[in-house]
């Protein structure tokens, strides 16, 4: 099946979303008990952690922590965002710099200005947005950006979705409460699918669509650790509680290129895997022998790959074993901890 097919359901109670492209399982969104990426929080500061510059809150979910905490003291409420999910044990990590996001607008509250997604380059849409984005943000003090979807999109919802976002944000940062309290809850999967999968795309919403689309087989397939990377070779993506191990296999091909192959389809299929499994931390490629001259073509590919991965992914480079390591937040539960 050719093109994009967003599948709004359900797994018995839990709201999900899925993306399917040309037949595939590209993107998976599934709910989880944790709180929500995007979720504010007036929190309660607790106790300092000496030597790591960051401190221990109080927040109706539980503890959380914030770095840069720069004149900020026990006791003190701030207004913070979390921006990831907690592994089993660990605080929510925060920020306390604010972010109101939607399809095609993003609040800035402390970075006043207004500023255009470098992706949209015609100076006569640019020129366009921008008029929008002046009247809809006149006399607002906060600052805004304008995401790539609103490339040819309808100035009246564009508008619209500012008004929305400045109205949020103005109703949270003017908050003046003393005790610890949830003022804004993150977007579930469907409102996440509708802000962030902005290509065009049928859209399915008929109960048991992941049952008639295929995406429940499709499941079934990334539940298992191997991926097929093509021509026999094949990569084992496998989480473990200090890191995710990916170990590159060339099969039963013995021909002198089989190392860079397998190699190369391992870092354009890397981002998928990773994405699905909702899977970040730290990631270690044990990858397929290859001669040290082929590394410059396969970090190319890999730091390809993830360029229009949305996750923050750092390349952090070779070991003096020849293993390749990435950092990855943690901006999605792990799909084995949230299927029911």
């Known amino acids: 099946m050719k093109g994009r097919t967003i599948i709004l359901d359900h797994f018995g109670d839990i709201e999900a979303a899925a993306l399917m492209v040309d037949g595939k399982l590209d993107d998976l969104l599934i709910d989880a008990d944790a709180p929500r990426v995007g979720t504010v929080y007036r929190a309660i500061a607790d106790r300092p952690v000496k030597g790591q510059g960051g401190m221990f809150l109080k927040t109706p979910d539980g503890a959380a922590f914030l770095r840069q905490i720069k004149g900020l003291a026990p006791g003190q409420p701030i207004l913070v965002q979390v921006t990831g999910f907690a592994e089993p044990g660990k605080a929510i990590p925060v920020t306390a710099k604010l972010l109101f996001k939607s399809r ?71 908050d003046d409460g003393t005790e610890a309290e949830t003022l804004a809850e993150g977007d579930g999967p469907h409102i996440l699918a509708w802000r962030d999968w902005t290509d065009p795309a049928e859209v399915v919403t008929e109960a048991g669509g992941f049952g008639t689309h295929d995406v429940l087989d499709a499941i079934d397939g990334i539940l298992t650790a191997e991926v097929a990377l093509g021509n026999g070779a094949s990569m084992f993506v496998e989480p473990t509680r200090a890191l995710v191990a990916v170990d590159v296999n060339t099969g039963n091909d013995a021909s002198l290129a089989a190392g860079i192959k397998a190699n190369l389809a391992c870092a354009r299929l890397l981002p998928r895997a990773l994405r699905l499994r909702g899977l970040g931390g730290q990631i270690t490629l044990d990858l397929a022998p290859m001669p040290k001259k082929d590394r410059r073509p396969f970090e190319t590919a890999l730091r390809q790959a993830f360029r229009t991965d949305d996750v923050e992914t750092t390349l952090v480079g070779w070991t003096p074993l020849g293993h390749f390591e990435l950092q990855r937040k943690r901006a999605r539960a792990p799909l084995m901890e949230v299927l029911p």
Do not use: F, K, W
């Not at 006149?138 to 009246?156: H, P, T």
């Not at 500012?162 to 949270?172: D, F, N, P, Q, R």
């Open 104 to 174: 095609y607008a993003i609040i800035t509250p402390d970075a006043p200005g207004l500023n255009i997604s470098r992706s949209i380059r015609d100076e006569a849409e640019r020129d366009r947005l921008l008029e929008t984005a002046h009247e809809a943000m006149e006399g607002a003090a906060y600052g805004l950006i304008l995401r790539s979807s609103c490339a040819g999109a309808d100035a009246d919802a564009i508008a619209e979705d500012i008004e929305a976002m400045l109205g949020l944000s103005a109703t949270v940062m003017q």
